[in-house]
């Protein structure tokens, strides 16, 4: 009889604790190496596995980081100069962590995290008409319920959270508008001839105040989209949300930034929208070419930052490690608030969020957290990966702007499944092994655990190979025509050992039926990968069976024991 094969269905998340000593790591070794490699081919050929790309044109920095790892740059960066750069006359000649580079609409990003810091996250749901005079008074005499109206903002219905995670159904940019096309080039472009009131009084290069623009928006420009229906990215959301956390903090996020950010973070090297020296700046042609001098007033929150590999390595850490922010508050914030069209794709508060598989190889499902920035001849991306508690930066500059894209895939190409071999190794090594029940009442309990792949498929988590409760075999060993297995999962939970230099840490035991078992046909409402339905399944006298509760040594890293609690039993590690 053929030994049965599976396709395992984990929790969505880490399936193994977070991996560390990445620069001894072999696969992690092996994944900068090929890195390097990848990223010396482009500049030298302009090809990747990704497409073509300029990148010879295109100075940029790559740096790596962990919360495992404490220095205060990236455990592994990679530098490129671009010739235009090299000969800069105003700008530095040799990019390295330090170098300075506009990161765009990254700013959001620090805009939304500021605001968490100073504030929290219970502002979300609320309608921005309660902090926004100007807006409260627009909505004066609207009914509270009714038809939609095109011509008009509902401006009761756009919550913090809408602005922040794009789906406020405001435009995109009042700045691109192509009223500021000159008559002759939008008459040959089809477009009609504009009287003078109709051209928008507001745009980069005549930036209003407060009341000017109120006056000029709330009389001419109209919605989008019906608030909460779809996300749709705009930059005009962020002045509002601007003007928003004002109202609720009386701090400009100029200021929040400032001192809640920047100072505690030592991030020196950036700054919200004001432009530092260009001399410290990556400036691929002059400074007022490129768009160093360009400012946005008021529109500021929406990417206008500047900053530089380590001060960006220095704050995507600091998310990750919730060095600013309580740590169910991340959580909370690492999450998706509404998806795209896209099966890939989804946006959070103002994550653009990445789903796919580890690899090709590893089809076990991951999200990838970003932000990515683009302003005049500066492109950007932030990347966390929580599930390995592990981050990149790309910053690059070149003449008429940087797509990132083609130089994150080869940095998570290479990285994410070197991340995950790792982790698993890891956790094999401290976790896989046998253990059998403690005491002198003779009990016939034990559990074997392994990382390996026991059965085709079987190549995810920590697979339990054999259970053994008081003589009862709870699992058997996966063979010939077995169709139950079953893995372990972090759950995240941890409880200090009462000062006896011992940590517990809680996972979750989650069932995989083999191929065919009961499956029938396939459609829309029969999906096969539904494990986050059968968590916690089995209690017994209130304590849950399907748990396991790992006791480690502090000092030296090693498992000491694994306790089940609604078997009432410890089992010693063993062998």
């Known amino acids: 009889m053929a030994v049965a094969s599976f396709n395992v269905c984990p929790l969505l998340g880490p399936i193994y604790p977070p991996p560390t000593s990445l620069l001894s790591a072999p696969a992690i070794q092996v994944a900068l190496s090929n890195i390097t490699v990848a990223l010396d081919n482009l500049v030298a050929t302009d090809n990747s596995s990704s497409g073509t790309y300029p990148a010879d044109s295109t100075a940029f920095s790559i740096g790596i980081f962990s919360t495992t790892d404490n220095s205060s740059d990236p455990f592994w960066q990679y530098h490129y100069t671009s010739p235009q750069v090299a000969n800069s006359t105003e700008g530095v000649n040799k990019v390295d962590e330090n170098s300075v580079y506009r990161v765009g609409s990254i700013t959001k990003l620090f805009s939304t995290y500021a605001f968490l810091v100073e504030a929290g996250d219970g502002y979300w749901e609320e309608p921005i008409i ?30 913090m959270g809408e602005l922040a995670g794009q789906t406020s159904g405001i435009g995109r940019d009042y700045a691109t ?16 001839p504009l009287n003078s009131s109709e051209i928008p009084v507001c745009s980069l290069t005549n930036l209003c105040n407060r009341q000017d623009f109120f006056k000029w928006f709330l009389q001419t420009k109209i919605p989008t989209l019906i608030p909460g229906q779809t996300p749709a990215y705009s930059n005009e959301a962020w002045q509002f949300f601007g003007y928003a956390v004002q109202g609720i903090t009386n701090k400009t996020l100029s200021q929040i930034i400032s001192e809640r950010i920047y100072k505690p973070l030592n991030m020196s090297q950036s700054s919200f929208s004001q432009p530092p020296s260009p001399s410290v700046g990556v400036l691929p042609r002059s400074a007022n070419a490129s768009g160093w001098t360009l400012v946005a007033g008021d529109e500021a929150p929406a990417g206008y930052m500047f900053s530089s590999l380590h001060d960006m390595t220095t704050a995507g850490r600091s998310i990750l490690s919730s060095s600013l922010l309580p740590p169910a508050q991340t959580r909370r914030w690492l999450q998706p608030r509404s998806h795209t069209s896209s099966p890939t794709g989804s946006v959070g508060l103002p994550w653009e969020i990445q789903r796919g598989p580890v690899a090709p190889t590893i089809p076990r499902i991951t999200d990838a957290y970003t932000k990515a920035g683009n302003l005049g001849d500066w492109g950007a991306l932030l990347v966390l990966l929580p599930d390995w508690e592990v981050g990149f930066t790309f910053l690059g500059a070149a003449v008429g702007g940087v797509a990132p894209g083609v130089f994150a895939d080869i940095v998570g190409g290479f990285i994410m499944p070197a991340l995950e071999d790792t982790a698993r190794g890891q956790a094999g090594g401290k976790y896989g092994g046998v253990y059998e029940a403690m005491g002198d009442g003779g009990l016939n309990s034990s559990l074997e655990l392994t990382t390996e792949e026991i059965a085709p498929g079987l190549d995810v988590g920590v697979n339990v190979v054999k259970w053994v409760s008081n003589g009862t075999v709870l699992l058997g060993e996966v063979g010939a025509g077995s169709e139950v297995a079953a893995q372990i999962y972090p759950a995240g939970l941890r409880s200090e050992g009462n000062g006896n230099g011992t940590v517990r840490t809680a996972w979750n035991f989650v069932e995989t039926v083999a191929n065919g078992v009961g499956a029938g046909s ?12 059968g968590v916690n399944s089995l209690d017994y006298g209130n304590l849950p069976v399907d748990e396991m509760v790992f006791e480690e040594d502090v000092a030296t890293g090693k498992v000491l ?9 410890r089992m010693g590690k063993v062998g």
Not at 177 to 184: G, K, M, Q, R
């Open 177 to 192: 508008d192509y009223a500021f096309l000159s008559p002759e080039d939008a008459i040959s472009a089809g477009l009609p």
């Open 561 to 569: 024991a694994v306790e089940i609690p609604g078997l009432r039993v």
């Open 522 to 533: 396939r459609g829309f409402f029969t999906q096969e990968c539904n494990s986050w339905e």
């Open 130 to 159: 309660k902090y926004i005079p100007e807006l409260a008074a627009a909505v004066q005499g609207d009914p509270e319920e009714g038809i939609e109206d095109i011509e008009r903002f509902r401006w009761q219905d756009i919550t």
